[in-house]
């Protein structure tokens, strides 16, 4: 009936079709207040080796984006469930090629600093405070739609010449000593900032 429209939850159109990951941003308390901890990641990995991110994955179907945080947390930083003072759920990220990544923050109880060595070359944390009194730098690409060969373009007014509409992508740096952390770790951070006190 045409009233149980009104009772559904919306749902993004295509959302079934987004590659989902989890993070977590993980809390460290320390004698100067909070810090974060930054993975860096293995070279043996074939996505983005070398790169600083939180630790996360890919979410498996029979589990939800809390699950895979949890999960993956555990996993890089061998670490048991009872080691993480889950928060709750950040705002998410969802970027233009359908790559959504569901935030997590969580506090790290009794880690000593270990790691698998598969996936993590190393780990690092920097002050929250850094991030609450320092904005990162903000660059921008732009985004273009590009119609494949076989594209009808005798089908939509302008064939060739139609104007497809263009964007901006903003692109986030932190620099914090000899350390780069960009992309889609700084942004989701930035934008989650004000819910990390």
Same mark, same amino acid.
């Given at each position: ?10 749902? $993004?159109?295509?959302? @079934?079709?987004?590659?989902? /990951?989890?993070?977590? %941003?993980? *809390?460290?308390?320390?004698? +100067? ?37 949890? $999960?993956?947390?555990? @996993?890089?930083?061998?670490? /048991?469930?009872?080691? %993480?003072? *889950?928060?709750?759920?950040? +705002? ?106």
């Amino acid at each position: 009936a045409a009233s149980d429209v009104y009772k559904r939850q919306p749902k $993004r159109i295509e959302q @079934e079709k987004d590659k989902v /990951s989890a993070v977590m %941003i993980p *809390l460290i308390k320390k004698n +100067d207040g909070y810090h974060i901890l930054f993975e860096v990641r293995s070279n043996k990995l074939s996505q983005q080796p070398g790169e600083i991110c939180f630790p996360g994955g890919r979410r498996e179907h029979d589990e939800t984006s809390m699950e895979t945080s949890i $999960r993956e947390t555990c @996993e890089e930083l061998l670490i /048991s469930e009872s080691n %993480i003072k *889950l928060y709750g759920p950040l +705002d998410y990220f969802l970027s233009p090629a359908g790559l959504r990544i569901d935030p997590y923050l969580g506090e790290l109880v009794n880690y000593d600093g270990q790691y698998s060595n598969d996936e993590v070359s190393e780990i690092f944390t920097v002050p929250l405070a850094f991030f609450q009194n320092t904005p990162p730098k903000c660059y921008y690409n732009k985004v273009t739609m590009y119609p494949t060969d076989n594209f009808p373009f005798d089908k939509v007014p302008g064939g060739k010449e139609y104007p497809w509409a263009r964007g901006e992508y903003e692109v986030l740096f932190y620099e914090y000593d000899d350390r780069i952390i960009w992309g889609l770790t700084a942004k989701i951070l930035y934008y989650n900032l004000k819910m990390i006190q």
